[in-house]
């Protein structure tokens, strides 16, 4: 099996309310490899900048992530973001935004990334979603998320590419932006009638519903006494969820409700520092024996 | 087994997006009874005036709750209370309350009250908590909610009946207010060094949290389309998850998983009409039906 993921590596300046970190690695994609990394050997397609840390790119590299759809801008700057959150994990400000490079990237595959069987696109422009999802042999899997600003600004073109997608990974806000419904069952719901099979939508500390079209699981997150940094969550999750599904090679509601579950546990590791630090020493059986917190957790 | 419910009972005028109701039945002690009647035979305490609708009183009976503690003050007016709820059903505005005759209420139990298996202590006073408990023969269990104004008003009073109680039923506001933790899990967790053996944290929509000395366990609510009025979700929560308790007669942390799966049941049914209504029609077939649901919601 393989995974091609495609979003935004980036550097992101992160201000909690445990501390302020400066220009640290992040990015939809980034984060979103590193959680799947642990499951398959995703391949990702993102643009980066010269100032781009070579470490950051042997580290990915170390986590058998295939870089050949890197694309590095000579003289270019990466993509930069810089957000504050307040004491509730799931609200954050946008303070800054310099797209940089990312601004009119359009790219072509690499040959080997033409036929995946699962196709993330990672929060990136719904145009550009298109573009790539043209260039590939239909996967057996396209999964997508999208954020607040192409909801309200490319809503057409959104919609487009929802109708080509069988996963639709949303959170609660743009679940609701984009329906109109201010009852979140009927938002995830009425999703599924905009064409993916399957709509997930990210509750952050309140967990995770999954609403296929003969089924609905719901599971609680990882009861965390202390968020370090939020960001990446949400990417962590659709990492991990799409990674495990690209190991086990089916999409049984059984197989999903399980990615789900390792989709949690990967997120729930990744707020525990900030930005990917926390990816340099999850091992394979902290990650089993989170899985069995989770299931400990919710059985009765 | 036996189960004594202290609390309000009163009349209610709602206003949600979905309508608004005039003075129709209401209070902490109708719903937690009425929830608990479904697998006990609860004793209530409260007080009303003289424009307590004889038909409800007939329907308290006829789902086997005992009224020999409900006082009737001749002449008297009973607690009123109006509240407006907008898109978000764990908001409410109070835009009225009329303590009538519950202002200095403070009675004397029955004989036949004083010594029950399992008391309950709802949302009242913590002075009059304090005063119902000095009544009583040490019960197995005794559980305890307030509210916003008691956290505020009355610290010192509710921090000795916390220390008296074994289970404390909190939402998150609460539990966030008296522990001054911003982090729902360790405001749950350090609850739990107040005195209570149990901390019970009900997140509306969002599911509850249920912390034990050695366990966690955490429960999605039922995926509900249209809630028709959130009013006495959290008292029918905390009347499921005791009448359960009381009908199975044992503390185990198996038995208390599945007490708060019976709790969230009797809460989604209360949600989906005004007031009391839903009560008239819930069969114990229903209530299977729906523990089921939950088993297949949150299975994996």
Known sequence: MSLVIV??????????????????VGGSCTYSALAASFFTRPKIVAVVGEDFPKETAAFLKKRHIDL?????????????????????????DTVRLDMNVF??????????????????????????????LAQVKRPRLVAMDTIRFYIENQPEALDRVLRKVDIY????????????????????????DRGPRLVVLKKGEHGV??????????????????????TGAGDSFAG???????????????????????????????IEDFGIERFKSITPSEIEARFA??????SF
Chains 1, 2 share one sequence.
């Open 103 to 132: 601004s009119d990237f359009r790219t072509e595959l690499p040959a080997s990334y033409r036929a995946p069987d699962i196709l993330f696109l990672a929060n990136i422009g719904p145009d550009l979603q298109e573009h790539i």
């Open 209 to 230: 519903f999954v609403f296929g079209a003969d089924f609905t699981f719901g599971l609680m997150a990882h009861p965390c006494e202390g968020v370090v940094d939020p």
């Open 293 to 298: 917190q989770f299931k400990k957790l919710v």
């Open 240 to 270: 991990g969820f799409l990674g495990y599904l690209d190991k086990i090679g089916n999409l049984r509601a059984s197989t999903i409700r399980r990615a789900a579950v390792y989709g949690s546990a990967m997120a729930s590791f990744t």
């Open 169 to 192: 990974f949303a959170n609660d806000e743009e679940a609701r932006l984009l329906t109109n419904e201010k009852n979140l069952i009927r938002a995830g719901r009425s999703l599924l």
């Open 68 to 92: 050949k759809g890197l694309t590095i801008i000579p003289g270019g700057k990466t993509f930069f973001w810089e957000g504050r959150y307040g004491d509730d994990p799931n609200q954050r």
């Open 7 to 24: 979003g935004s590596v980036a550097f992101d300046t992160i201000e909690t309310p445990v501390a302020r970190k400066e220009r640290i």
